[in-house]
Structures are given as structure tokens and as C-alpha cells.
Nanobody, 115 residues
Framework: QVQLAESGGGSVQTGGSLRLSCAAS????????MGWYRQAPGKQRELVAT???????NYADSVKGRFTISRDNAEITVYLQMNSLKPEDTAVYYC?????????WGQGTQITVSS
């Protein structure tokens, strides 16, 4: 079993910042990439950012230059620093981790950006 514990969600005004954290535990041998997805009401879940074990990052075009993903391999934690937030960033954000060939998900944390 793999557990992903997310924290850091909340509400902020346009232009504000938030930082999400996700700590992985359990059977995480061969943990590969970790990342964040989000799902807004009525929309499909979409990629936000991922980071590989070696630190290679990948971002959705909509967040490039505003969001930064980082990873602490010692603590097996991934972070998402979100700056210059916009109302369209409002969604439930899910932490994800690829262990062996299985993708695991956190429970999700709500981010609300008001104008």
C-alpha cells in the first residue's frame, strides 16, 4: 500500500500564493515520478506538474512560470509552490506517485482563488 498525505490547500485572492505538500509513505520502493493533477467542477482531471526521481520537471502550459514543483527525496515529499494564482486555478488538487507501474492518488485538497 502507498499512502499520499497532502496538505496546504485553502482559499486565496487573485495574485496570491499557496504551497502544497505531499508526503509518500508505505510500499514506496521503486517510487518513480511524483506530481500534481487538478480537477475543476465539470471538467476532467488534468496534469499540473510532475517531477522525476532525478529532478526532471514537466508543467502544464497554463501554469508555466507561475508554479514550481520540487521534491525532497530524503523525506519522499513533493511540493507545489503556486504563485500569481488566478480564479481559473480553482480546483481540487491531487498528489500522485508512480510506484513500479501503478499510479497512486492522494485524497485531494481544495484550492479556491477568488477575484
Amino acid at each position: 500500500q502507498v499512502q499520499l498525505a497532502e496538505s496546504g490547500g485553502g482559499s486565496v485572492q487573485t495574485g496570491g500564493s499557496l504551497r502544497l505538500s505531499c508526503a509518500a509513505s508505505g510500499s514506496i520502493f521503486m517510487l518513480n515520478f511524483m506530481g500534481w493533477y487538478r480537477q475543476a467542477p465539470g471538467k476532467q482531471r488534468e496534469l499540473v506538474a510532475t517531477i522525476s526521481r532525478s529532478g526532471t520537471t514537466n508543467y502544464a502550459d497554463s501554469v508555466k512560470g507561475r508554479f514550481t514543483i520540487s521534491r525532497d527525496n530524503a523525506e519522499i515529499t513533493v511540493y507545489l509552490q503556486m504563485n500569481s494564482l488566478k480564479p481559473e486555478d480553482t480546483a481540487v488538487y491531487y498528489c500522485t506517485a508512480l510506484v513500479m507501474s501503478t499510479l497512486h492518488w492522494g485524497q485531494g485538497t481544495q484550492i479556491t482563488v477568488s477575484s
